[in-house]
């Protein structure tokens, strides 16, 4: 028997998988309150430097205004001083990595390098997850990650070394991978098929009620040690839900475990007031993907002038995505006015864009819905130009919209960019291009490092809109790129270079068949006469 019709005859969606789920969506709900927390210890802080000779200088004293001195420089005596000792404002921030290590002035850059650090790990947890993850299992490595994410963010608290800090960041992006990952392929292999689209929605929107309980956090405690020690109680406490997490039976199954599997089963259809009545030896799982050499696909792919040109603008499309979303989601700091007012309003439009995914994009097809998203989001981000240029500071509230538009449009192109890659590229192909694709994109978050800081480290007359007007410029690009892809809505997975080639063509469209079959065992079957 095929494991997705077991697990639909012992209850899919019973009681065991909502109660395994509500203990699945805590994971995503730690991830940002310690991997988001750079967007407020990273951000820009306002200082001047020290008045020479003077002891307890405050930031707004009487003395500073009178006094010729400015964020960087000294000015005595007709001369020009380079300062060495800086005065923060305390009004924000009591204290950030920025004025701990002193990342100003000449060392501005220092901010970028170590947030570089936090998307290096991020790249090498999403490098080594499938590795560790089939080797292990999805419990085990959930568990080790979880403390993995949370050590690293305790012990930064208590470290005066940039270098340590800066590799502590980095074990926290790559843990905080791990984390998401694993826990989203429980979900996912949790439930049956018809509620994988749930299960992710759960997931994620539990993703973004962690972004909400971090900002709570960092209004109330406006000092960065204090600030990590208090999210890694919170992930401390709620590592006891693991205790209650069952091990994948789907993993276990694949990987030869049938003991262990069998009592997982049975635990499923007894809480779901169901019979277990199948030999376990007899139960299958799908788990045939055509491995390619990357080399080997790389020459076939090649063979093939309408996939390489596809795969060329998703690359682009992917590189955009991410060096966007992260840079306007890590820098929304940078943006001015209140940063805490600032991270709300991007979060809730990445809730919004959740929902258009779920309810809007089956409806109207994946390449509309991103290449308006594409072309909404830099069209957006690139009219910061005009707010910034000629509305000052009285517009700024514009500028910080049109950032939010953006945010909201973007969020929507990153979850619909997944599904169109795999309905592009056969299924020989599939995993290479998705791989290759999703490697642009780590490079594009990499880039927003330095991007989205770069109205902070070059002083331009765009001011804080620099960067807004580069994802701009990408976005529309990017957009303009995408209407050369074909609309996969109902499409059968192509199975060969050639079937991906014809995918928009009216005999490929007309040669699919769809049967749905109603009943306990509803299921989607997609042929190729």
């Known amino acids: 028997m095929n494991y997705d019709k077991l697990l639909m005859k012992i209850g899919g969606f019973g009681r065991f998988q909502k109660r395994m789920l509500a203990l699945l969506i805590i994971p995503p709900f730690l991830d940002p309150m310690t991997s988001y927390m750079l967007t407020f210890i990273l951000g820009d802080h306002k200082h001047r430097c020290q008045m020479p000779n003077t002891m307890g200088d405050q930031f707004n004293s009487t003395l500073n205004m009178a006094a010729n001195i400015s964020e960087c420089f000294v000015y005595q005596n007709g001369s020009t001083t380079a300062c060495k000792e800086w005065v923060y404002d305390q009004s924000q921030y009591t204290s950030t990595l920025i004025s701990t290590f002193d990342m100003v002035c000449d060392n501005k850059f220092v901010r970028s390098h170590t947030m570089l650090c936090h998307y290096i790990g991020i790249f ?78 759960a997931y994620y929107f539990s993703f973004c009620i962690g972004e909400y309980v971090l900002v709570i956090f960092a209004y109330f405690i406006r000092d960065w040690r204090i600030l990590g020690w208090s999210t890694s109680i919170v ?47 007899k139960i299958k799982v799908d788990e045939k993907h055509e491995k390619v050499a990357f080399c080997k696909a790389v020459r076939e792919l090649f063979k093939s002038k309408v996939l390489t040109i596809r795969l060329a603008i998703f690359m682009f499309n992917w590189f955009s ?12 700091g940078n943006l001015g006015g209140d940063v805490y007012v600032n991270y709300l309003i991007s979060t809730s439009a990445e809730v919004i864009a959740l929902f258009i995914c779920l309810y809007v994009v089956e409806r109207l097809g994946r390449k509309k819905i991103f290449s308006s998203s594409m072309l909404i989001c830099g069209i957006g981000c690139l009219c910061t130009i005009f707010s910034s240029l000629y509305g000052g500071p009285s517009l700024h509230w514009l500028t910080i919209t049109l950032a939010m538009i953006g945010k909201l449009t973007i969020t929507v192109a990153y979850f619909n960019i997944y599904l169109m890659v795999a309905e592009n590229f056969p299924t020989n192909l599939r995993s ?66 050639q079937e991906a080639e014809n995918i928009s063509r009216k005999q490929y469209k007309e040669g699919g068949s769809i049967l749905y079959l109603k009943g306990a065992e509803s299921s989607l079957i997609v042929t190729k006469d």
Do not use: H
């Open 124 to 201: 090498c947890g999403a490098f080594t997850y499938g590795m560790v993850s089939d080797t292990l299992g999805r419990r085990p490595v959930l568990t080790t990650a979880l403390i993995g994410m949370m050590l690293p963010n305790l012990i930064r608290s208590f470290v005066s070394s940039l270098p340590l800090v800066s590799f502590l960041i980095f074990a926290n992006g790559y843990f905080s991978m791990l984390v998401y990952q694993s826990g989203y392929i429980l979900a996912t292999e949790l439930v049956d098929p018809s509620k994988r689209v749930f299960a992710n929605f």
């Open 235 to 281: 992930v401390g406490i709620f590592l006891t839900s693991l205790l209650f997490q069952k091990e994948s039976a789907r993993w276990l199954i694949a990987k030869g475990k049938l003991s262990r599997a069998e009592m997982i089963l049975k635990d499923i259809a007894k809480e779901n007031n169901a019979s277990f009545d199948v030999d376990i030896q």
């Open 321 to 332: 995505i991410s060096m966007t979303y992260f840079g306007i989601t890590m820098k929304v």
């Open 432 to 497: 290479f291009a998705i791989g290759i694709c999703s490697s642009s994109g780590y490079a594009g978050s990499m880039v927003s490092a330095y991007v989205g800081d770069l109205g902070v480290l070059v002083d331009t007359k765009f001011g804080v809109a620099l960067p807004l007007v580069i994802f701009g410029a990408f976005g529309i690009c990017a957009g303009l790129l995408s209407f050369a892809l074909p609309e996969t809505k109902n499409m059968p997975l192509p199975q060969s270079v």
